[in-house]
T-cell receptor
Framework: EPEVTQTPSHQVTQMGQEVILRCVPI?????FYWYRQILGQKVEFLVS????????KSEIFDDQFSVERPDGSNFTLKIRSTKLEDSAMYFC??????????????FGPGTRLTVL | SQQGEEDPQALSIQEGENATMNCSYK?????LQWYRQNSGRGLVHLIL?????REKHSGRLRVTLDTSKKSSSLLITASRAADTASYFC??????????FGGGTRLMVKP
């Protein structure tokens, strides 16, 4: 069964460093997302991406964040200068055309980011 | 309360019993979705119900939606130990984003 994969599973970084979180969405999906979940809190939407551009983003997704689809398979989230409060589990998700806007999204296993 | 709030926050039942989890939301929606998350793992999409639907079934899952009360319920029948997980409702009101609730932690004792 196709699945979304994410690497690394755990990333530890120093405050102020740049990190890139990587995702490989399901191959025939067209919509891509990043969410985060701070420990003990709700899953929060960060950004959605379609047709090589951001289609929607939340207030969390400020200038420190960027997304890219550098090739036909990878989807990345970059945090330019990490802060302690960026420590969270980051989930990538993808969706196909079926189900229309807001249809069921397939989530990856997440990358746990720890900022020291 | 915020969009997509589940109750109870935690639920403990015996194997074979039914589990009911509720979700309330505040704004109008296109659809409401339920997800499961095993500890330390990603979210698994369970079922989607559209705003013009009232009830939907998938295997042992039954979801209802009452848009007049802005609430939904997820019923898991004949629960199994493997159903132990956190369950989240998520609403889609426009565009692509999902707004998640805080989740219900379900424990099914064998």
């Amino acid at each position: 069964e196709p699945e979304v994969t994410q690497t690394p599973s755990h990333q530890v970084t120093q405050m102020g460093q740049e990190v890139i979180l990587r995702c490989v969405p399901i191959s025939n999906h067209l919509y891509f997302y990043w969410y985060r979940q701070i420990l003990g809190q709700k899953v929060e939407f960060l950004v959605s991406f379609y047709n090589n551009e951001i289609s929607e983003k939340s207030e969390i997704f400020d200038d420190q964040f960027s997304v890219e689809r550098p090739d036909g398979s990878n989807f990345t989230l970059k945090i330019r200068s990490t802060k302690l409060e960026d420590s969270a589990m980051y989930f990538c998700a993808s969706r196909g055309e079926m189900g229309g806007a807001g249809g069921g999204q397939f989530f990856g296993p997440g990358t746990r980011l720890t900022v020291l | 309360s915020q969009q997509g709030e589940e109750d109870p926050q935690a639920l403990s039942i015996q194997e074979g019993e039914n589990a009911t989890m509720n979700c309330s939301y505040k704004t109008s929606i296109n659809n409401l979705q339920w997800y499961r998350q095993n500890s330390g793992r990603g979210l698994v999409h369970l079922i989607l119900i559209r705003s013009n639907e009232r009830e939907k079934h998938s295997g042992r899952l039954r979801v209802t939606l009452d848009t007049s009360k802005k609430s939904s319920s997820l019923l898991i029948t004949a629960s199994r130990a493997a159903d132990t997980a956190s369950y989240f409702c998520a609403t889609n009101n426009a565009g692509n984003m999902l707004t998640f609730g805080g989740g219900t932690r379900l424990m099914v004792k064998p």
